[in-house]
């Protein structure tokens, strides 16, 4: 039985990957550290508000405090789905929370690791990231910028993998949680692209089971030579992995 951190809970990603997690047998307990408390309701779920009276810097700063009751808890991964699009805040902002934040949190969650068993890492990334920052949008650039730092950290201590979903299509649920116009936008694009170009989307449920399987040590095996585990490969997890859950 595995311990998982989750962060970005409530976003499209995220809130499907609490829900593999909640429903994944081999997960006995999900630390949801937010700004908001998670829509899944589950015994499983430990939440950490971010920022709050104890934790007051938000993700800006991951105490030691916090660390250390982690740690005493036997956290063993972090599926990190915290992250914004790069139109609904300004360049500092999206860099901040995109970049920033990822590494923060990433330093400090390596002490949670031994040489023995390392803490696994898994950075939600995104189709089009490139680690030399050739990339047109600013997207592509600060994602790949992270996914490289990310990589000169990698110790005795911490591993990690960079994910790279293609457009991730929401579960019903969570598309009802959108706006209008944003959710039926995101259902046009599963409608349109699942049966012309299946390769380049992902559902967010199926993006959930790869994350959490990732999160158990399943599936490293098939990182490239970036640590990237691409779209295409996710999709295959996914249905590797599917009849381990009650979804």
């Known amino acids: ?82 992250g914004i699009s790069q139109t609904q805040v300004n360049k500092e902002d999206y860099i901040k929370i995109t970049h920033d934040y ?15 068993k390392p803490f696994k890492f898994i950075y939600m990334s995104g189709e089009g990231a490139r680690q030399d920052e050739k990339g047109y949008a600013i997207f592509s650039k600060i994602k790949g910028r992270t996914e490289k730092e990310l990589d000169e950290m990698k110790s005795d201590q911490l591993d990690v993998v960079y994910i790279r979903p293609g457009g991730i299509i929401p579960t019903p649920e969570h598309r009802q949680r959108m706006n209008w116009w944003m959710g039926q936008g995101f259902r046009l694009m599963g409608a349109i692209l699942e049966p012309v170009w299946p390769s380049g989307v992902i559902s967010s449920s199926n993006l959930g089971i790869a994350c959490v399987g990732l999160a158990q040590g399943k599936g490293w095996e098939k990182r490239d030579a970036e640590g990237v585990i691409a779209n295409p490969a996710l999709r295959q997890m996914a249905q590797d992995w599917a009849g381990d859950y009650t979804m």
């Open 1 to 82: 039985m595995s311990k998982v951190i989750i962060t970005g809970a409530t976003g499209n990603a995220g809130s499907a990957v609490l829900s593999a997690a909640v429903a994944s047998p081999g997960i006995s307990q999900i630390a949801v550290i937010a700004r908001r408390p998670p829509f899944e309701e589950s015994p499983k779920i430990k939440y950490i508000r971010f920022p709050s009276a104890e934790h007051p810097r938000g993700f800006e700063e991951i105490s030691p405090s916090l660390v250390d009751e982690l740690k005493k808890d036997g956290y063993e991964s972090c599926i990190w789905a915290l």
């Open 102 to 116: 990822t590494i923060t949190a990433a330093k400090a969650f390596s002490n949670l690791g031994t040489s023995e």
